[in-house]
Structures are given as structure tokens and as C-alpha cells.
Nanobody, 124 residues
Framework: QVQLVESGGGLVQAGGSLRLTCAAS????????MAWFRQAPGKEREFVAF????????YYADSVKGRFTISRDNAKNTVYLQMNSLKPEDTAVYYC?????????????????WGQGTQVTVSS
């Protein structure tokens, strides 16, 4: 079992930055691949970024590549999403997710555990 709690969301102007944090419970955090997803009002949940168990492998959605960075600290049971050059279209509830297998996936159905989400609002 893994419990995930996101924090760090808020209101920011376009061009600004935020860092989201996802704190995980459980002693086996390093055995889970992690990802961030987001869901805007009236839209489906979409993949944002993925990081492997070790943190050596990362993948990003094209819409955030070059602006967002996912990282993790297994000693602190934490995964981060650094978001720079934010745009109004980045406005959404952001969720972190964990899955026990280490292969890359953008499908939300592949993830076993989810946090409650944190709101990010980017004003123009």
C-alpha cells in the first residue's frame, strides 16, 4: 500500500513557476515508478511526466517538455514536479500516481495509487 499526498499548487501568473511535491508513505517507495497527471475542467485526465524507480529514466508529454522537470528523492519518499514558464493552459488539478512495475506508461489505468490532487491555476 502506498498513500500519496500532493502539495505546492496555487495561483501563479503566466511565465511563473511552481514546484509540486508528492509525499508517499510506505517503506517500498523506491519500488514504484511515479508519474504526474493533470485534469482540467471538462477534460479527461492526461499524462504529464513519468519517472522510473531509480529516477534515471524520465518521460514528458510534448506539451510540457522543456518546461517541466520530474524528479524524486527515494530517501525522502518524495517526487517533485518543477514547472517553469507556466501557461494558462497548464491550469488543472495535478495528481501524482504510483505503479509497481517500472515500465513507462501514459495510461492512467496502469497506475495503482493516486493522490487527492492539488490545484494549479495560471492567470494570463
Amino acid at each position: 500500500q502506498v498513500q500519496l499526498v500532493e502539495s505546492g499548487g496555487g495561483l501563479v501568473q503566466a511565465g511563473g513557476s511552481l514546484r509540486l511535491t508528492c509525499a508517499a508513505s510506505g517503506r517500498t517507495f523506491s519500488s514504484y515508478a511515479m508519474a504526474w497527471f493533470r485534469q482540467a475542467p471538462g477534460k479527461e485526465r492526461e499524462f504529464v511526466a513519468f519517472i522510473s524507480w531509480s529516477g534515471r529514466i524520465t518521460y514528458y508529454a510534448d506539451s510540457v517538455k522543456g518546461r517541466f522537470t520530474i524528479s524524486r528523492d527515494n530517501a525522502k519518499n518524495t517526487v517533485y514536479l518543477q514547472m517553469n514558464s507556466l501557461k494558462p493552459e497548464d491550469t488543472a488539478v495535478y495528481y501524482c500516481a504510483a505503479k509497481g512495475s517500472n515500465y513507462y506508461s501514459i495510461a492512467s489505468s496502469e497506475y495503482d495509487y493516486w493522490g487527492q490532487g492539488t490545484q494549479v491555476t495560471v492567470s494570463s
